[in-house]
């Protein structure tokens, strides 16, 4: 069988590996940090964290410079741990998985940006409609390469930061998350079949804010490969 055309796999580099990692999907969770939940005029004691989906090739690639997205005058940063999801138990049983296979599927971390569109954003929650406008537009999702779980360190320990033009606009501790990483995977594996390739960004510490072109982005978390990015021209005017 021959296919129509060819589309490239969307692929991440890993820290100290010739090989790539190819994704399969994005998902992400809403409020999973409770300042964050308050900033934006939730109540983290009554509303529990909840997922979205960003396409796979949605993700730009450390140190790309995305031009400023069509359609918004309000493109906000979200810096976020990513999990990255692989392994042979997961490529045989992925939904519905026990705390020690939740575990046991983490390949690897990286720190990426859930950039958001934050007009189309507060437009959809006004009129009950689908998040995809505000979250799943290209290089929405750009990341580091992956550290692998064995040489990241204690990621659920670690301190996450954004700096905009040398100014911390963003910090945390992922000991902060409402759902820690395993718990996220099992909850995620009780609505999707989870598969080798996916990534799951963890939500976000309070002070997201807005970006123009030409700002520079430093995202960090403790033990992985620092983010960097610059907010190019806009598409159109
Ligand atoms: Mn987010």
Partial sequence: MSLLFAIDTPV?????????????????????YAAHAREMGANPER???????????????NGAEIPYPQRTHD?????????????EALAQQGENLTLAQAEAAVFGYAVGIDFTRRDLQAE???????????????NSAPLSALTPAAQAGDPAAAHISLHVNGKLRQQGH???LIWNIPELIMELST???LRPGDLIFT????????VVPGDVLEGRV???????????AALRS
């Avoid at 580099?13 to 809403?30: D, H, K, L, M, S």
């Avoid at 409609?129 to 537009?137: C, L, M, N, S």
């Avoid at 939500?203 to 997201?208: D, F, I, M």
Wanted: neutral net charge.
């Fill in 174 to 176: 992922v000991s902060d």
């Fill in 203 to 210: 939500g976000t510490p309070a002070g997201v804010a807005a």
């Fill in 191 to 193: 609505y999707y079949r």
């Fill in 222 to 232: 403790d033990g992985l490969e620092t983010l960097n990015i610059r907010i190019g």
């Fill in 12 to 32: 991440v580099p890993i820290v100290g590996r010739a090989e790539q990692f190819p994704v399969n999907r994005i998902y992400c969770v809403g409020r999973n």
């Fill in 124 to 138: 959809a929650k006004d009129k009950a409609r689908p998040w995809d406008t505000a979250k799943g537009f290209d």
């Fill in 75 to 87: 493109l906000h940063h979200e810096v976020e741990l990513v999990v990255a999801l692989a392994g």
């Fill in 47 to 61: 509303e529990s964290p909840f997922f979205f989906s960003k396409p796979a090739n949605a993700i730009a690639p």
